[in-house]
């Protein structure tokens, strides 16, 4: 048991969410609550404070919740990764399987620079794929993947091993 086991009592389980058979945790009752939204932003910041980070980005959507305020906790810029035709300026992009079917994402071809130390930041790692695709990303952009930081990690499906050449970090794991 880690020493964040007290957020998942923050997290609401929903059974047979988005479909039958399947149990959703609801991180929207952890985000209300102020005390447990803090200490999961230190968490993040604790485990990366010497890490050199330069960007944070945050994947569309939920990304978008805990990566700014990580950035600004560290010092460092904030970028967006998103899907196509949300970004406004010339941007690079790479198309990733799923389940069932193809996905894709974009960032700003000028969003990191050479170099630079780029932290990934998401709500979740479950398969790993959309988090492949983003480290994809930011090498295509010059970047170098400093870590990958994830609030929950669903063990079970075995993402982590989609990402093993990276540094992983998740607070909350969850075996089933």
Not at 92 to 113: C, F, N, P, R
Not at 116 to 124: A, F, G, I, W
Not at 131 to 136: E, G, H, N, P, S
């Amino acid at each position: 048991m880690n020493h964040y086991d007290d957020l998942k009592k923050l997290i609401r389980e929903v059974p047979d969410f988005p479909k039958p058979g399947i149990l959703f945790y609801d991180i929207t009752t952890l985000l209300k609550n102020g005390p447990g939204f803090h200490q999961v932003i230190d968490a993040l910041k604790s485990h990366y404070q010497g890490a050199s980070v330069d960007t944070v980005i945050g994947i569309e959507a939920r990304g978008f919740i805990f990566a700014p305020a990580l950035a600004y906790a560290l010092g460092a810029g904030f970028v967006p990764v998103r899907k196509p035709k949300k970004l406004p300026s010339e941007c690079v992009s790479v198309s990733y399987e799923l389940e069932y079917g193809s996905d894709s994402l974009e960032i700003h071809k000028d969003a990191i620079q050479n170099g630079h130390r780029v932290l990934v930041v998401d709500d979740l790692l479950a398969t790993g794929g959309t988090a492949a695709a983003v480290t994809k990303l930011v090498e295509k952009t010059g970047g170098q993947v400093a870590g990958l930081g994830f609030v929950v990690e669903l063990t079970f499906l075995k993402g982590r091993a989609r990402l093993n050449s990276y540094d992983i970090f998740s607070l909350l794991q969850y075996d089933k």
